[in-house]
């Protein structure tokens, strides 16, 4: 049973309509949870976005209010299918909204919450605004995105996952025009989160219904990126989304993709991240923007990227956090102490192919759902415009929107972490003595780092390089 309670300002329909608390009083709901992530374009500056609503059994888009901490937690319920009520008006005025229970299915209780292992095909939808006539990309640049070879999107996540995944099957369709202009889809192009996604998913898979069939010959698309030929609103898009085409009633892996989205492919794995639940990370100065980590490309998606001369900047890895929630490391390439005590391990590089040593090492904290990760990154493969040659600590905490922050020694944090302060180097030490976990970086192998780790009371001195208290 979930137990997430949140208080309502108000419970919005499709186009903005508005129910009163009585239309809902005492009433039960079921319907699938839909989420999105909304990524401004990285030069702007602007904040991230995020939306979460429950698609109900009737057609109603129930809203759910999301700036707390458990928004991860939210997150994680996309593609499942729940029951809630919608209670009598609170004190302030406002309705009340329970999550009761998640309805178990034909896919299990949380369709898309977990492990993305195997084929992943997914299509692209190239959508013309009703009144803008440009193309600015041809078919053939779409559909060579998904190519097997250093740049295509086959490519990119069969490394990332160690082979995985793939998107074997993927392809890409011309392009079709929407019955509607694009300020009927986005009131004001290129600024606020007002466009309807909703309405430009609808109209977009219809649009192409005639030549495409979802079901892709018996072996469904997962994901729909939908290629739009001009801006949006703020951003760019990427979640779930519910929906029944050529008889397949499923959540849809769906991205929403302006120009500039697609002008680097490092956007485009970026949305497709979030299409497979993961969300943003972050750096550790605390200053609210999850586009700081040089790290992730589930952070930062472009910053210390390699070039394309087709695709623009191309993915970077994420971090091991995000690959091990998606069970693409082994419970045998992660180390997780049982007990305490001084352990000396090898963490070979995230990006390496193939190792026999470790991609990671879990550090809990007793009594907490606080803990860190170690791993190693390189500047090999996707990896290879990488700051530079490192130990990565992330502090990883499920109270927040970002659960994993790239530790950074240096006081106080920089603003982007492509600086010395977070990558850890031989003979440094990171010490979290309220934790009771020392980290060492004790010499250089061939393929990463030898790592030096202690884990409860009796720690040995040293160096507090961190900053922490």
């Known amino acids: 049973m979930v137990l997430v309670k949140s208080t309502l300002a108000a419970i919005l329909l499709m186009f903005g309509s508005i129910l009163s608390a009585a239309t809902f009083a005492d009433t039960r709901v079921q319907g699938v949870v839909e989420v999105v992530w909304g990524d401004p374009p990285a030069e702007t500056q602007q904040p991230a976005h995020f939306r979460i609503q429950v698609r109900s059994d009737a057609g109603q888009i129930i809203v ?31 309705p009340e909204l329970r999550f009761l229970r998640m309805i178990a299915t034909e896919q299990g209780d949380a369709m898309l919450g977990g492990a993305v292992l195997g084929s992943q095909p997914w299509v692209s939808l190239l959508c013309k605004f009703g009144d803008v006539a440009a193309e600015p990309e041809d078919l053939a640049f779409f559909q060579g995105m998904y190519a097997n070879q250093p740049g295509g999107l086959d490519h990119y996540w069969r490394e990332q996952s160690y082979d995985l995944i793939d998107v074997v099957g993927s392809t890409a369709f011309a392009w079709v025009t929407l019955p509607n202009p694009q300020t009927f889809y986005v009131p004001t192009p290129g600024s606020g989160t007002s466009a309807n996604l909703n309405r430009i998913f609808d109209d977009c898979t219809a649009a192409v219904d005639p030549v495409v069939d979802f079901s892709n010959g018996g072996n469904p698309f997962v994901g729909i990126n939908l290629m739009l030929n001009e801006r949006l609103d703020c951003c760019a898009w990427g979640g779930t989304r519910f929906a029944t085409l050529d008889g397949i009633s499923k959540s849809w892996r769906t991205t929403w993709n302006p120009p500039f989205a697609y002008a680097n492919q ?48 191309l993915g970077k890895h994420t971090l091991a956090y995000h690959k091990d929630r998606l069970a693409w490391i082994s419970a045998a390439q992660r180390f997780e102490p049982s007990s305490n005590g001084s352990y000396t391990i090898t963490i070979d590089a995230l990006a390496l192919a193939n190792t026999d040593n470790y991609r990671m090492a879990r550090l809990n904290i007793d009594g907490s759902s606080r803990y860190y990760v170690i791993e190693v990154r390189d500047q090999i493969g996707y990896d290879g415009n990488l700051p530079g040659r490192a ?31 977070s990558m850890w180097r031989v003979g440094e030490v990171f010490t979290d003595a309220a934790a009771q976990i020392r980290v060492e970086v004790l010499s250089a192998t061939a393929n990463g780092f030898e790592v030096g780790i202690t884990v409860g009371p009796d720690l040995p001195d040293g160096v507090f390089d961190d900053g922490f208290e």
Request: without cysteine; glycine residues 12%; charged residues 20%.
């Open 266 to 313: 490092g956007v485009i794995a970026h949305e497709m991240g979030h299409g497979f639940g993961l969300p943003h990370s972050n750096n550790f100065d605390n200053d609210g923007n999850p586009y700081d980590s040089h790290w992730d490309v589930m952070s930062s998606a472009t910053a210390s990227a390699i070039n394309d001369p087709t695709y623009g900047r």
């Open 391 to 421: 130990v990565i600590i992330s502090e990883i905490s499920s109270g927040r929107s970002e659960p994993a922050w790239v530790v950074d020694g240096d006081v106080p944090p920089a603003n982007a972490n492509n600086n010395e302060g």
């Open 64 to 94: 759910v209010p999301s700036d707390g901490p458990e928004r991860d937690a939210l997150a994680r319920l996309a593609g499942s299918r729940v029951e809630l009520t919608i209670g009598a008006e609170a004190a302030d005025g406002s």
